[in-house]
Structures are given as structure tokens and as C-alpha cells.
């Protein structure tokens, strides 16, 4: 028999067992749903937090304050050689004209203060924007010490504690997410494996009546190895249905509570890559629960 | 062919089935069985018999590899079965049939399927196993039930049913345990015709049995089983 003819008649047998044992198949199903919930919610909030986290490190910058004396397009200079420096995201050049504007929108601004002046006295500046691996009291500090040797900049600005408690807040959601994904990895594929080794064990007559006639391991637990991806993709599917559903619920619900929260980042959902790889790691973990479980039977 | 009171047949060259001081102990102590050896040649019908517990099943376990010896050496169809992995042994069950005493029928799947599993594991093309399962189902009397599932059909026909499965791949050897425990005399005489149609085709058979009636009227060989002893094998008369 061909490996195309095996695999098809193995995809067979996996489609008459699903249907044989509905309940068995139902409960396998669910279960892998919860556990893909569990782990997919979880998931969610990391790829939001890592998002509030982004939009945070937006704002480890270090502020440039120009001299007076440089025309304009010294100022455009001094921005374009700050944007070669190595650990730069972005620059972005406030002129005069616009930190005043600046400094009059401002809740703390008073507009008064400046009436009596003649001249602006505020500075051009340039405010550089850290790349995320630069986002620390180091890379902050190693900026300044290139940014302080280039003539035409008066004075540097920048906060040492906002730059310090980022990346301690950063470091401890890592931290936290990788102990709670280690230990709700673990338990998910426990549960999912103990899951799948009961419905293979209603099956253990089926099972040793295949051995007792022959039938290789490859034989025996390809069907086995097809239902638990099928019962998987399934779980996983019916798993991103729920978090869409809820997502879109709490988006809804409490649009003012998670604005506060989260300021201007946008809460997301999954994209498409991430929604595929929640139902793809639905099938493996039911494909490697299930082969494990049938060769365990067999032995 | 020999008459009652012949000599014991003893071990040779050629053998499809030859056990070598076999003994098994499922416990410390407590033998199952106990220094046999054996030989049973192409076409052979060698009826085990013996009282409960004597080792018949545990004999027939031995020979198809559920069960290995705790001392002795079993030779099946050229294989030491002590030094199959299990890879070599499923390819051997693949050249043997196999009668349960419970059936042990696939009651998910239809009688045409539980007969097309044993040709489906050798391989045997879609077409070709359909040919093949009808004509078997056809001579076990169970064409016209193809379709059902075992469960419907009553203790005789999943006997035959199981018989057809073990004699569908053509076996080398066939194994039955007590394949007529619960049935009428009528069918009894059909199912033992079946068995004894293989042997003639040059199949090694081995049917364990209370029944001393089949042994008398099939009978070819007779291996008598006590506290797991061999203590009788003998070439008799039969039809």
C-alpha cells in the first residue's frame, strides 16, 4: 500500500473513531478548549502588556536643547547626525516657534508668564527617542556622553528614575509571564496528556486487537496521532471563538476602565499569524498527547 | 496417519511451531506451563487438550507472542521468538491466525472491517481485500451480514466471524482456543470443518478444546496438558 493510500485509510479509521465515541471525543475537545483558553487569555495579555510596555519606552528620551545662536538649518543638521548615533529610534526636532506653542497648550503652561517678554526664550530641542535594547540608565547614559561632546547643544535632559523604574517594570512583567507561562505550560500539557491517555484507554480493546493481528506501531497509532490534530485543531479553534467573543465583550464593557489603564495604547486582539498559531499548537499538543498516549498502551 | 497408541511425535527439522523446554511462571514458583517441546509440521491438526488451568491458553498465547517463556526456546515459522522486537513480531502475527476464546472482535467497526483488518495490516490493496473478504465471508456463511456490526449478530456467527478473520491472510499457523465453546453441535461440525479445510491446505493448526467428542471425530494429533505438563502427544485416527 502507498504512503498516500496508508495515510488516507489512517485518516479513515480517524474519522470512524471520532464518530464511534462522541462523548469521549467531546469531553478531549473541551478539554483541550479550556486548557488553549487558559493559555490564549493569557497570551492576549501579554501581547497588550507588551504594548503598554512599548508605548511606556516611548517616553526614555533624552532631551537636547539647542543653542540659540545656530540657525535653523544647523538645528536640521545636529537632528540628522543625532539620528546616525548608534541606539537612536527616532528624533524628532521642536523648533522655537513649536515648544512655545508647546509650553501654551500645556495644562501647566501659563501663557501670562510670557506676555511681558519680548523674545521666545524658549530652545529648539531635539527629542530622541531610545531603540527598546537601549531603554535603561546605561544606554541613557551612554547617549548623553556622545550627545555631550557635539557642539551648538547648550544642555541635555533626561530623568534617571523614570529610566530605572521602566526597566524594572519591564524585567518584572517579563519575569512574572515567564513563570506563570512555564507553570500554565506545564499543567496544560498534563492535563491535555492525561485527557487524550483516557479516551485511548477506552479504546485499549481496539488497540491490542490490531497488535494481536499484526498491525505495526505506525499502523496503530497514525489514526490515534490524526484524531488527537483534529480534536486539537478543534479545541484550539473553539478556544480563539471564546477569546474573540470575550475580547470584544470587555473591549466594550469597560472601553473607559482599560483607556485609564492603558493610556492611549489601543487594547488588540490576535493577528492572524497569532489566531493560526493558537489553533496549530491546539493540534500539536493533541497530535503529541495522543501518540504518547496509544505507544504507552501499546507497551 | 496414526491410530491411538502411537508413539509421541518428536521434535524435528521442519517444524512450523517448535518449543524447546518451554516453561512459564506468572509468579514465582507457580508454573503455567513446564519444560514442553513440541513440534507441529505443515498441516497439521493437533487438538490441545487438558482440564482448566492445565496451560492450553497459555500455550497458544506463547506461540503467537503475547506471552514470552520464562525458560525454553519457541520457534515459529523459522522466527526465535525470543529475539523478536516488536516490529519482527507483528510481522509474524501477520503469517499466523488467531482464534479468541472471547471473539475479540472490533465492535466499533462492521464485519466486512473486522475481517479487512487483518489483510489491511499486510498491505493488501483496497480491491483485492474486498475480493478477498467477501470470498471468506462467503464460506463462514456472513455475506449477507457484511454490513452489520458484530454486536448484532448472535455468539455463533461472531465466531465464525473471528474464524474468518483468522483464516482470511492464509495463515501458516492458526491458533484457535476453545473456537467451539458455546455452540450447538451443528455448527460446532460447520466451524470445525472450516478449521480443518486450512489444515488440509497445509495450514498448522492448534485447537484448544474440552471437547472430546471433536478430538475423536477430527482428531490428527492429540497433545493432552496437565499442571501445565505435556503428558501426552500422541497421532491419532480422525476423519
Known amino acids: 500500500m502507498s504512503a498516500r493510500a496508508h495515510v488516507a485509510r489512517a485518516a479513515g479509521r480517524a474519522l470512524s473513531g471520532l464518530a464511534a465515541s462522541p462523548v469521549t471525543t467531546g469531553v478531549a475537545t473541551f478539554t483541550l478548549a479550556l486548557c488553549l483558553l487558559l493559555g490564549g487569555a493569557f497570551a492576549l495579555l501579554l501581547v497588550n502588556m507588551e504594548r503598554v510596555l512599548a508605548h511606556f519606552g516611548q517616553e526614555v528620551r533624552v532631551s537636547a536643547y539647542l543653542s540659540d545662536a545656530l540657525t535653523p538649518e544647523a538645528h536640521e543638521q545636529l537632528a540628522a547626525a543625532a539620528r546616525q548615533l548608534p541606539g537612536v529610534e527616532s528624533v524628532a526636532l521642536v523648533s522655537k516657534q513649536a515648544a512655545l506653542e508647546r509650553f501654551r497648550a500645556s495644562p501647566f503652561g501659563r501663557a501670562s508668564l510670557l506676555d511681558g517678554l519680548d523674545d521666545n526664550p524658549l530652545p529648539a530641542s531635539l527629542e530622541i527617542v531610545l531603540a527598546p535594547a537601549q531603554r535603561s540608565r546605561a544606554g541613557v547614559d551612554a547617549l548623553v556622553q556622545r550627545l555631550g561632546k557635539r557642539v551648538g547643544i547648550d544642555e541635555l535632559g533626561y530623568g534617571h528614575e523614570w529610566v530605572e523604574g521602566y526597566a524594572r517594570a519591564v524585567a518584572g512583567v517579563r519575569g512574572i509571564a515567564l513563570a506563570l507561562g512555564a507553570v500554565l505550560a506545564l499543567a496544560t500539557l498534563l492535563i491535555v496528556s492525561n485527557t487524550i491517555r483516557l479516551s485511548v484507554y477506552a479504546r485499549r480493546d481496539e488497540i491490542e486487537i490490531l497488535a494481536l493481528v499484526g498491525a505495526g506501531r505506525a499502523f496503530v497509532a497514525t489514526p490515534f496521532l490524526l484524531e488527537g490534530l483534529l480534536q486539537g485543531a478543534a479545541g484550539g479553534a473553539l478556544a480563539l471563538a471564546a477569546l474573540a467573543l470575550g475580547f470584544h465583550a470587555a473591549t466594550a464593557s469597560y472601553a473607559s476602565g482599560l483607556a485609564l489603564l492603558l493610556g492611549s495604547a489601543q487594547p488588540v486582539f490576535f493577528d492572524v499569524t497569532q489566531a493560526l498559531g493558537l489553533v496549530a499548537l491546539g493540534a500539536a499538543l493533541g497530535g503529541l498527547g495522543s501518540a504518547f498516549a496509544v505507544l504507552r498502551a501499546r507497551t | ?239
Open chain 2, 1 to 239: 496417519m496414526r491410530g491411538f497408541g502411537a508413539e509421541p511425535a518428536p521434535p524435528g527439522a521442519g517444524g512450523l511451531v517448535r518449543l524447546y523446554h518451554v516453561s512459564k511462571a506468572y509468579q514465582a514458583g507457580s508454573w503455567a506451563l513446564r519444560d514442553v517441546s513440541l513440534e507441529l509440521s505443515k498441516g497439521d491438526l493437533a487438538f490441545v487438550t487438558g482440564p482448566s488451568g492445565a496451560g492450553k491458553s497459555t500455550l497458544m498465547r506463547l506461540v503467537f507472542a503475547a506471552e514470552r517463556p520464562s525458560e525454553g526456546q519457541i520457534l515459529v515459522l523459522g522466527s526465535n521468538l525470543g529475539r523478536l522486537g516488536v516490529s519482527g513480531i507483528a510481522r509474524l502475527r501477520r503469517r499466523i491466525g488467531v482464534v479468541f476464546q472471547d471473539f475479540k472482535l472490533l465492535h466499533g467497526r462492521t464485519v466486512e472491517d473486522n475481517v479487512g483488518v487483518a489483510l489491511e495490516v499486510m498491505g493488501v490493496p483496497g480491491r483485492e481485500r474486498n475480493a478477498r473478504v467477501f470470498a471468506m465471508l462467503k464460506r463462514v456463511g456472513l455475506s449477507h451480514r457484511r454490513h452489520q456490526h458484530p454486536l448484532s449478530l448472535s455468539g455463533g456467527e461472531q465466531q465464525r466471524l473471528a474464524l474468518a478473520r483468522a483464516l482470511v491472510n492464509d495463515p501458516e499457523v492458526l491458533l484457535a482456543d476453545e473456537p467451539t465453546g458455546n455452540l450447538d453441535p451443528d455448527l460446532t461440525l460447520e466451524i470445525m470443518d472450516l478449521i480443518a479445510s486450512a489444515a488440509t491446505r497445509g495450514t498448522a493448526v492448534f485447537v484448544a478444546t474440552h471437547d472430546h467428542a471433536l478430538v475423536e471425530h477430527y482428531g490428527r494429533r492429540r497433545l493432552r496438558l496437565e499442571g501445565g505438563r505435556l503428558i501426552e502427544d500422541l497421532r491419532v485416527g480422525g476423519r
